[in-house]
């Protein structure tokens, strides 16, 4: 199906880099989303308490409170709700990933696969660098979270955070409110345009920006200010059930959450069945396929396996290659003007 993004869209997309569209979900289609996430807090509350991790597991705080709170005294609470595994090289025995039956729908929900296959065509997997988005209200956050994973988010490009194998993917961003996301909540800010400009006097591959390391943070990553491209930042605020695209090379970044609300997001990413996924280590599956429609996953079950036999290959041994390109890194952070 080619019509779910006119024309015009399209090609707005392809001279912005990037694409609004608001309401593209209707309020039951992210409905089990948020049911499936409320009983996962708490049974992840409930474990964390048993583990000795927390002080209680806060049965008496709704979902957005509980979650502050726990993120607050214990910052694994974030990785235990995530839909990737922590990208190290190393990983714990207990290195969770959520692969819920809901999350899942959402990942193949057929109005989602309709938009993407506007922009990559019919052949769709299901790339594994995507994550859960969940940003407290910032004056509620201890310092050391006020950048990154539940906080302001840094200028980058999507690109950047795939090794060197996905430089010719065309790898798609679709970005989805779960909640609300107006400029106060910290919604996305983007410069149009951005994908089409290099502005580096250095030869950083594929197109991308030199991203510079940063250091307190494992694989945080960002663009230094004076080599973003020109051009306005533009705060994209939009309501629940809206959906984002983003080119791979497209600069972002994120506001603070100024307000008194959670913003819940999933950040997805989509590509070409056949290319690499610059992730290789995590499994990709194929959601939409004409050619080969047998070869679709299915089920929550089939993706929590294949999420289960990688994680097993890493911790035994038995995959030898990079998880994450931390050479590109240690290069970059010579270079001026990291």
Avoid at 215 to 229: C, D, H, M, Q
Avoid at 278 to 291: E, L, Q, W
Avoid at 305 to 326: D, F, M, R, V
Wanted: charged residues 20%.
């Amino acid at each position: 199906m080619r019509g779910a993004l006119s024309q015009t869209q399209m090609a707005d997309f392809d001279r912005q880099g990037y694409l609004v569209l608001e309401s593209a979900l209707d309020p039951a289609d992210l409905t089990a989303v948020q049911v499936e996430y409320e009983a996962l807090l708490a049974h992840k509350a409930e474990d964390l308490f048993t583990r000795g991790q927390i002080t209680s597991p806060r049965p008496e705080l709704p979902f957005a409170q509980r979650y502050g709170a726990l993120l607050d005294e214990c910052r694994q609470v974030f990785q235990e709700l995530d839909i990737t595994l922590p990208v190290q090289q190393s990983l714990p025995a207990h290195a969770p990933v959520h692969c819920g039956p809901a999350v899942f729908d959402l990942i193949t929900h057929p109005k989602v696969l309709d938009i993407v296959e506007s922009i990559i065509g019919p052949e769709i997997l299901s790339n594994p660098t995507q994550h859960l988005r969940l940003k407290p209200p910032e004056k509620t956050l201890a310092a050391d979270l006020k950048k990154g994973i539940a906080g302001r988010t840094t200028w980058h490009q999507d690109l950047a955070g795939l090794l060197d194998e996905a430089l010719e993917t065309d790898l798609l961003t679709v970005w989805i409110a779960v909640s609300d996301a107006w400029q106060d909540q910290g919604c996305l800010v983007v410069i149009p345009g951005s994908h089409k400009n290099n502005h580096e006097t250095s030869a950083a591959p594929g197109g991308m920006t030199t991203h510079c390391p940063e250091s307190e943070k494992v694989n945080a990553n960002f663009i230094a200010g004076r080599r973003l491209a020109p051009g306005p930042r533009v705060p994209l605020p939009v309501p629940r059930g809206s959906v984002v695209l983003m080119h791979k090379l497209t600069q972002h970044a994120s506001l603070p959450n100024r307000s008194e609300r959670l913003r819940f997001a999933f950040d997805l990413r989509y590509q070409p069945v056949g290319q690499p996924t610059g992730r290789p280590a995590f499994p990709a599956f194929v959601a939409r396929s004409r050619k080969d429609p047998e070869a679709v996953l299915r089920s929550a079950e089939d993706w929590q396996a294949l999420w289960q036999k990688a994680l097993a290959a890493i911790q035994s041994g038995a995959y030898h290659g990079p998880i994450y390109e931390t050479a590109r890194w240690e290069a970059y952070g010579a270079q001026p003007p990291c």
